[in-house]
């Protein structure tokens, strides 16, 4: 009785051997296919942390033309405005330089020649002050154009347009973090499998064959000696 004990308690043991055995397997393959799903979310999320970088710099190309732009278009404003305060300028000297002739011809009548000569750069000073005036319509004319060539809604149509793509940026950036650090979460999930993977291969039991699962292995134990031997 206690051989048969004994052969059904090793029966018992193999089974419960070989099932582990076979939980052990399945762990192993949902393993590998949760490893393998991992790394085609990690390959998805790369391409479209690529894509977020690709057309994160091509918002900043385009942010920096526009600036860019608008630099150019500060700059041309400013000469035109310094421009037509040197208009302003002249015109007031021109209109100051008219006063002269009668002045002079009340103060002294006896020099003709001078007089003559007053009256030419006046006349001078006449022509160029009509060239400044033309300078000044010219000076509005182009701020005008400034003003409304890039942006036909005027100066608050280019802020918004300004606004608008710095906002695009950030959003595009807050889209890269966020894809980096899903990036890095799936890198690590995979890591942590590839451990797990790594021990279960190193501690897998050795497998059973045929032979083994239809016969019993008997193990014989030492029996107590008796008290006479």
Do not use: F, W, Y
Not at 96 to 112: E, F, N
Not at 211 to 220: C, E, G, H, W, Y
Request: net charge negative; with cysteine.
């Amino acid at each position: 009785m206690s051989l048969a004990r004994q052969d059904a308690e090793e029966v018992e043991t193999l089974a419960l051997l070989q099932a582990e055995v076979l939980e052990l397997r399945d762990a192993i393959r949902l393993e590998d296919d949760a490893l393998e799903k991992l790394n085609e979310e990690s390959a998805d999320a790369t391409a479209q942390l690529e894509s977020i970088r690709r057309e994160r710099q091509d918002i900043e190309r385009r942010l920096l033309q526009h600036q860019r732009r608008e630099e150019r278009q500060v700059t041309s404003t400013k000469l035109v405005k310094l421009q037509l305060a040197v208009a302003t300028q002249l015109h007031g000297v021109a209109e100051h330089l008219t006063q002269i002739p009668a002045q002079c011809s009340q103060q002294d009548r006896s020099l003709p020649e001078a007089l003559v000569e007053r009256e030419r750069e006046i006349e001078e000073l006449k022509r160029a002050l009509r060239r400044q005036q033309q300078l000044v319509a010219d000076a509005h004319r182009q701020l005008l154009e400034l003003a409304t060539k890039r942006h036909p809604m005027g100066a608050a149509s280019a802020h918004a347009e300004m606004h608008a793509m710095r906002t695009a940026l950030g959003e595009q950036e807050l889209a890269r973090m966020r894809a980096e650090a899903r990036a890095d979460e799936l890198q690590a999930q995979v890591r942590l499998l590839e451990e797990q993977g790594l021990r279960l291969r190193l501690h897998r039991p050795p497998p059973i064959t045929e032979d083994a699962q239809q016969r019993p292995v008997r193990v014989l134990l030492p029996t107590s000696m008796s008290p006479g031997s």
